[in-house]
């Protein structure tokens, strides 16, 4: 989950705070100090995250592009220049645009802005901007909450009181919410020193930045791993009275099975050391077998660890996590109850291998599968009136793939209540029956007739014939003959 520090360096950073006995600090010194601390942490717990810096004042400067190198990530910091007022809608917008260029929109990240609370006077501070969120227009709208999956954490070169006094407090609750409420603010507590802003920042790397230690067990193998980014809770809405799922700290390996492609997704498993491992071992099968491994997270729950290449020299093994649930995979049933395949009754692949018992196929047809009518454009929609035109030019002959259109035409129409179009296309068939020429078959004429009589008794609402089960037949005249009289 890559990191992008969005750092204050408006003219009020440099406002000083005194420490007892020591030399005059600026607000700016704090926040580095602060960071520093941060990239320290990172460096040693969070070596393959990304992280990225950005200065902002009333323009943004994109310092450090995403890297693991922390040694330039703080040279950079250790160089910031002090420029004039605060505009955090453009240096918002700029990250937005960073991450979607790096990253695209569907990789989470976790956004650090480090501020004074000072946040701008007149047009351009975020108070105007917040004031003005619903004004703006669709091409120039407000950056949160960002395309991307993401975190704000804001951190505060100030206490609650001077936030407060400042009316700066609500205006960050504001960029929090419009954000999901993804995030938080960090406040200073007590005097504005050192010990202050190393508290500051020591509650955000526990709370965004701490280590998952865990065991996973196959068997009588074990092997202690690191699990980053930290997993999340996971809340199931279906459920009546829902509760956090977390991953627990000893997770069991329950099989490996083959696979062509797998999707990177967020949690990374990362092993260190050099003594002979189980997770190296099981990393490297995985990655010179192409196959995949399933993992029991908790309680009916469930991932896989694969091997990914971050380049052509280094690979990771990866974590994806499953929906909770016995069956997260449809296609491959109950998870529980897969087995070796030696322990069936017979080959469920064939003696060779010809064969597979997957996808399992599911008790109910899925709506989905069936032949359902949509319009997604209005060219769809005029492809099929026109194919019911082209069936009625040629009746009798089509007398039966005409009704069979016209019917799938008004099933469709009633699903969506699109009423107009049943009275439209029923005003149509009756222009081509007054269009049909004298060498027309007797029948056209009928079957047009009763065709759009139909379609306006269904248009109206009547429970007899708007019904959706209801299938419009064909009339039986003296001219239908055996085949246009079969009823559909």
Excluded at 300 to 321: H, I, R
Aim: with cysteine; glycine share 6%; proline share 6%.
């Amino acid at each position: 989950m890559p990191t992008v520090v969005l750092m204050d360096s408006s003219l009020s950073m440099t406002r000083p705070v005194s420490e007892e006995g020591s030399e005059e600090f600026q607000r700016k010194n704090l926040a580095v100090h602060g960071l520093t601390m941060l990239f320290e942490h990172m460096a040693t717990n969070y070596r393959l995250e990304f992280t990225s810096l950005v200065t902002f004042s009333s323009l943004w400067e994109h310092m450090v592009p995403f890297t693991r190198d922390y040694n330039t990530l703080q040279e950079a910091l250790n160089n910031l220049e002090d420029y004039d007022k605060t505009c955090l809608e453009a240096a918002l917008q700029g990250v937005s645009n960073i991450v979607q260029q790096e990253w695209g929109t569907s990789c989470p990240c976790q956004v650090v802005l480090v501020t004074d609370g000072a946040l701008g006077i007149g047009r351009g501070s975020l108070h105007h901007s917040l004031q003005t969120v619903k004004q703006h227009v669709e091409d120039k709208k407000f950056p949160l909450p960002f395309p991307f999956p993401s975190k704000l954490y804001v951190m505060c070169i100030a206490n609650a009181e001077e936030l407060q006094a400042m009316d700066s407090m609500d205006n960050l609750e504001q960029l929090i919410n419009l954000n999901g409420g993804e995030g938080q603010i960090y406040t200073m507590e007590g005097p504005l020193c050192l010990k202050s802003v190393q508290s500051m920042f020591g509650k955000l790397i526990d709370q965004a930045y701490s280590p998952f230690h865990a065991v996973m067990r196959c068997g009588n193998l074990t092997s202690d791993v690191q699990v980053f980014p930290r997993p999340e809770p996971v809340t199931i809405d279906e459920e009546v009275d829902p509760m956090p799922r977390t991953v627990q700290t000893e997770g069991d390996e329950i099989g490996t099975g083959a696979t062509d492609d797998t999707e990177e997704e967020t949690p990374t498993n990362q092993m260190a050391g050099k003594s002979p491992n189980f997770c190296v071992l099981l990393h490297g099968s995985l990655k010179v077998e192409g196959m995949v491994a399933l993992v029991q997270l908790g309680p009916d729950w469930f991932g896989m660890l694969y091997s990914q290449a971050d380049s052509k020299k280094k690979s990771n093994l990866m974590m994806s996590l499953f929906e909770p649930g016995s069956e997260p995979l449809p296609w491959l049933g109950r998870i529980s109850q897969l087995g070796p395949a030696s322990d069936a009754a017979e080959n469920p692949y064939g003696e060779d291998d010809s064969k597979s018992p997957f996808p399992i196929q599911p008790k109910n047809k899925r709506s989905y599968a069936q032949n359902v009518t949509v319009w997604i454009k209005a060219s769809g929609l005029q492809t099929d009136v026109q194919k019911i035109l082209r069936n009625a030019r040629k009746l009798p002959e089509k007398t039966q793939t005409f009704y069979k259109e016209l019917n799938r035409l008004r099933k469709a129409a009633l699903a969506f209540g699109f009423w107009e179009l049943l009275k439209s296309v029923a005003e149509l068939l009756e222009r081509e029956c007054t269009l049909l020429p004298d060498s027309a078959h007797p029948d056209a004429a009928f079957q047009l007739s009763h065709a759009a009589q139909q379609l306006k008794l269904a248009s109206s609402g009547d429970s007899k014939y708007a019904a959706y089960e209801h299938n419009i037949t064909p009339m039986l005249t003296d001219f239908s003959g055996g085949g246009g009289a079969d009823r559909i």
